[in-house]
């Protein structure tokens, strides 16, 4: 059974830097594409990162350059490393993991399946 475990979040000034951590239980980190999601209050939920069994990423055009998502096979866990933050980040984050191998991995793809109780994030100006 697919368990994922968020953690990380607290609050930070702007310009700051915090570092998600997922910790993954029931299967391996690396087999299947794996994302983090973010949802801000009164907004719909978006793609924030992703990453695919063979290692290739893909990032929302709002974090490129500021955020990196990566995974440690050893301690099947995924993390997504948070720097330069804006008040605009501020949102509850989730990470997620597909159900089928076969689903696009990109932060549109809607085959996101199992999903994280979620860490918040708050950035401050």
């Known amino acids: 059974q697919v368990h994922l475990e968020d953690s990380g979040g607290g609050s930070v000034q702007a310009g700051g830097s915090l570092r998600l951590s997922c910790e993954v239980s029931?299967?391996?980190?690396?087999?299947?594409?794996m994302g983090w999601f973010r949802q801000a209050p009164g907004k719909e939920r978006e793609g924030v990162a992703t990453i695919h069994s063979d290692g290739v990423t893909s990032y929302a055009d709002s974090v490129k350059g500021r955020f990196t998502i990566s995974r440690d096979n050893a301690r099947n866990t995924l993390y997504l490393q948070m720097n330069s933050l804006k008040p605009d980040d501020t949102a509850m984050y989730y990470c997620?993991?597909?159900?089928?191998?076969?689903?696009?991995?990109?932060?549109?793809?809607?085959?996101?399946?199992?999903w994280g109780q979620g860490t918040r994030v708050t950035v401050s100006s």
């Open positions: 029931g299967v391996p980190v690396s087999t299947k594409c």
């Open positions: 997620a993991r597909v159900r089928d191998w076969r689903a696009t991995c990109n932060t549109a793809s809607p085959g996101f399946a199992y």
